[in-house]
Each structure stands twice: as C-alpha cells, then as structure tokens.
C-alpha cells in the first residue's frame, strides 16, 4: 500500500497546480473528528488503442490537518488527456482553506485558488475568500450536512481570440454551498457538494457547480471511486461553451 501512495503522489506531483472554482475539502472518509493529518490520493486513468487513439488521466491529492478547534486543508487537481495525439484537456489547480470551528454549529472560514483551464480561454483564475459555515447534522463518519455562505474577489485573465475585446476581469461573488456526506453502509459512502456563485454587480452573472462521488470500499485503505463534476456558467467566454460534464472511474487511497 505505501509503493501504491509513492507512485500515486508522484504523478501528482508531475502536475502543475483545475480552473472551476469549485472544491470539496469535506471528502465522506475523512472523519471531521480526527487530530492530525489525513490525506487521500484519486487516480483515475482511461484510454483508447485503433481507431481511436486516447488517453486520459485525472488525479487530486487531499491533505488535511487538524488541530484543536483550527482546520488546514491543501487540495491539488489535474486533468489532462490526448485525443488521435493532440491535447484536449489540460485542467489545472490548487485551493488552500482554513477553518475555525467557533462553537459546534458555527465556524469561519478563508480560501485561496488558482487554476487554469485553456480549453475554456482561462490564462489564469485567482480568487481569495471567506465566510461561514453551519453544521446542519454531523455525525462523525456516518452522515453530515453542511451549508456555507460568504464571498470572494476573482481575477481571470483569458486568451486571446480573435474578435474578443475583454482579456481581464476583477469582480465580487457571492458563494454558497450544501455539502452532503453520507455512509450507506460498510462498503458504500457518497459525497456531494453543490456551489452556487453569483457576481454581486450582476446577479444574471451567476456560476452552479456540482461534484458528486460514490466510494466502493476494496480493502481498509483503497477505494473504487466513481465521480461526476457539473458545471454550469451564465456568461462564459466567448467562444466556450455554458455547461461542462465530466465523469470518471478511479481509486482512492487514504493514509
């Protein structure tokens, strides 16, 4: 199991730091109770050989540390693949948060992130944030419901495209929440996490984002981890289109 989390790691760390401002630093394995650090590797690779020639590989690793009532998380994500030798998909970022639980429902939060995506014209995305959170339900390693509210400052710098006259933009949104975590048995676990994120200048200006996961446990430490990402955004670039669906098949090893 160690061998499999070295090479895991190192692939990872081949990649720079996904452009979607979306993440989920609350995974259902990872008991919100535990002091001290957790970590979790997704891997997941597909591919094609004939007619068709593919690859594509999608991978993030998880840290998490806990320490009293404060939470540090660091969460890398790629995504990158080939289709007949050209790439088509070069996804890239990385989210840092911390938490502070202030009473057993209420907590604060602050955020950084930094992504690109090129297929989408996303040069550069950077945003910093914070807000609150509330614990709806939690029980440890079983069930959890949690909602978040605040807001972060974005700057995105695009490509160029021809036609195009708006390369930058700095703007407020607004950023909530509904985080779901829930243990259907000993061999099942799902995980959702739905971000609604409106410009506060323009409220038609508005991004949803999904990420759903189910986890089938294979032994104490390795998953087989099934995961859909949504995204949908009210004024993309141009040229790039509103709503982006992924969906992958992988392992998840936890250590």
Do not use: C
Not at 19 to 36: L, M, R, T
Not at 76 to 97: C, E, M, W
């Amino acid at each position: 199991m160690l061998l499999l989390a070295g090479l895991l790691a190192g692939l990872l760390a081949g990649f720079a730091a996904p452009a979607q401002a979306i993440v989920n630093v609350d995974e259902a394995i990872i008991d919100p109770q535990q002091e001290g650090f957790q970590q979790l590797v997704h891997l997941s690779i597909d591919g094609a050989r004939g007619n068709t020639n593919k690859n594509n590989i999608k991978g993030d690793a998880l840290s998490q540390w806990r320490h009293g009532h404060h939470t540090e998380f660091l969460l890398l994500q790629f995504s990158y693949g080939k289709s007949n030798g050209n790439i088509d998909t070069n996804r890239v970022y990385a989210h840092a948060r911390h938490r502070t639980q202030l009473d057993p429902r209420w907590a604060i939060e602050a955020f950084a992130q930094i992504g690109r995506d090129p297929f989408s014209r996303l040069k550069r995305r950077t945003l910093l944030g914070g807000g609150m959170r509330l614990t709806v339900l939690e029980e440890s390693d079983v069930r959890a419901v949690y909602v978040g509210l605040g807001a972060f400052h974005e700057w995105e710098q695009l490509n160029p495209l021809v036609g195009a006259t708006t390369l930058h933009s700095n703007l407020w949104r607004g950023s909530s929440y509904l985080l779901l975590n829930y243990r259907i048995n000993e061999q099942l676990r799902f995980s959702s996490i739905t971000y609604y994120q409106p410009a506060f200048r323009d409220m038609a200006d508005y991004r949803l984002l999904e990420q759903a996961s189910l986890n089938i446990r294979m032994t104490e430490n390795l998953d087989l981890r099934l995961a859909l990402d949504y995204s949908f955004d009210a004024r993309p670039p141009q040229a790039v289109k509103s709503e982006d669906v992924s969906y992958s098949t992988g392992l998840e090893y936890r250590f």
